[in-house]
């Protein structure tokens, strides 16, 4: 299955910027903020913020697959910003 690359403008700390991610990222990146009923440029801030040295783009794909591993592990996800280390349970 491919998944189409999207670019969309978004505002992120007042400033808008434009992230371009996977679909299903943004599909989950909008399912998180829901869930936390907060607005998707106040997650992203949350994560643009906690972010090291990756782009904003990997940092929200690090983010949203933190989340949802968590969630399937059992485990409560992070409230938003730096992802902790996911070490591999293989």
Do not use: C, Q
């Amino acid at each position: 299955m491919k998944s189409s690359i999207v670019k969309r403008s978004v505002i992120i700390g007042g400033h808008k910027t434009s992230v371009s991610l996977e679909a299903p990222f943004w599909d989950g990146l909008k399912e998180i903020a829901e869930h936390r009923r907060m607005s998707l440029s106040t997650l992203l801030h949350d994560i643009d913020t906690g972010r090291d040295n990756a782009n904003l783009s990997s940092a929200i794909r690090i983010y949203v697959f933190g989340h949802f591993r968590a969630l399937a592990l059992g485990e409560t996800p992070l409230l938003a910003g730096r992802p902790r280390h996911i070490p591999f349970r293989g």
